[in-house]
């Protein structure tokens, strides 16, 4: 805003906004990150109302939690099933499988990972985020973590838990049979 009180910036505003924004872009993304030092990006997802980051490169996608479909005598962690672009998908509660406390808000998402060629889906109640991490930027998790928090590899400066799907899978040990036929 010009320093007359009128709207309209001035040369000089304008300048300073341009010199400001060139910087900003001229920057390194992460100045501190070594090369080759490994990155991995996350999408960040809120769970009874903590934050955890899921591997971007298993996400498939986000989507709202339409019509779930029940499934008897299954384990408490699959909340049923989810027609997914044509594809039944499995879905199931994120806060059991890292037994978390649980929460008022129903989920009103889920996120369709691909893990060791399992498409499945994990209810979350929201995505807050992407970021992208340098592996210095990772905090290794207590040993001691309770339960299914030994699927939590890592913890950014943000406070955020990294799952490791892989981890998540073999623990939780369900199968997820997507055969087409």
Same mark, same amino acid.
């Given at each position: 805003?010009? !320093?007359?009180? !009128?709207?309209?910036?001035?040369?000089?505003?304008? &300048?300073?906004?341009?010199?400001?924004?060139?910087?900003?872009? /001229?920057?390194?993304?992460?100045?501190?990150?070594?090369? %080759? *030092?490994?990155?991995?990006?996350?999408?960040?997802? *809120?769970?009874?109302?903590e934050?955890? %980051?899921?591997e =971007?490169?298993?996400?498939? *996608?986000? =989507?709202?939690?339409?019509?779930?479909?029940?499934?008897?005598?299954?384990?408490?962690?699959?909340?049923?099933?989810?027609?997914?672009?044509?594809?039944?998908?499995?879905? #199931?509660?994120?806060?059991?499988?890292?037994?978390?406390?649980?929460?008022?808000?129903?989920?009103?998402?889920?996120? +369709?990972? *691909?893990? &060791? &060629?399992?498409? #499945?889906?994990? &209810?979350?109640?929201?995505?807050? %985020?992407?970021?992208?991490?340098? =592996? !210095?930027?990772? #905090?290794?998790? !207590?040993?001691? /973590?309770?339960?299914?928090?030994? +699927?939590?590899? +890592?913890?950014?400066?943000?406070? $955020? %838990?990294?799952?490791?799907?892989? =981890?998540? $899978?073999?623990? /939780?040990? #369900?199968?997820?049979?997507?055969?087409?036929?």
């Amino acid at each position: 805003m010009a !320093s007359d009180g !009128s709207t309209m910036p001035t040369p000089e505003d304008t &300048a300073q906004v341009l010199r400001r924004r060139a910087e900003a872009l /001229a920057r390194p993304p992460l100045a501190e990150t070594s090369p %080759g *030092e490994g990155r991995i990006e996350i999408l960040v997802v *809120e769970v009874a109302d903590e934050r955890y %980051g899921l591997e =971007a490169r298993h996400v498939r *996608e986000v =989507a709202a939690v339409g019509h779930l479909t029940r499934v008897p005598g299954v384990p408490p962690a699959l909340l049923g099933v989810v027609n997914h672009r044509g594809r039944i998908l499995p879905l #199931f509660d994120v806060r059991r499988l890292l037994d978390l406390p649980s929460d008022a808000r129903p989920p009103v998402a889920f996120v +369709a990972v *691909e893990v &060791a &060629a399992k498409r #499945f889906g994990l &209810a979350i109640n929201a995505v807050t %985020g992407i970021a992208a991490l340098a =592996a !210095s930027e990772l #905090f290794g998790p !207590s040993p001691a /973590a309770p339960g299914g928090r030994r +699927a939590v590899r +890592a913890v950014t400066r943000d406070m $955020v %838990g990294v799952i490791d799907l892989d =981890a998540l $899978v073999a623990e /939780a040990r #369900f199968t997820v049979n997507d055969d087409a036929a």
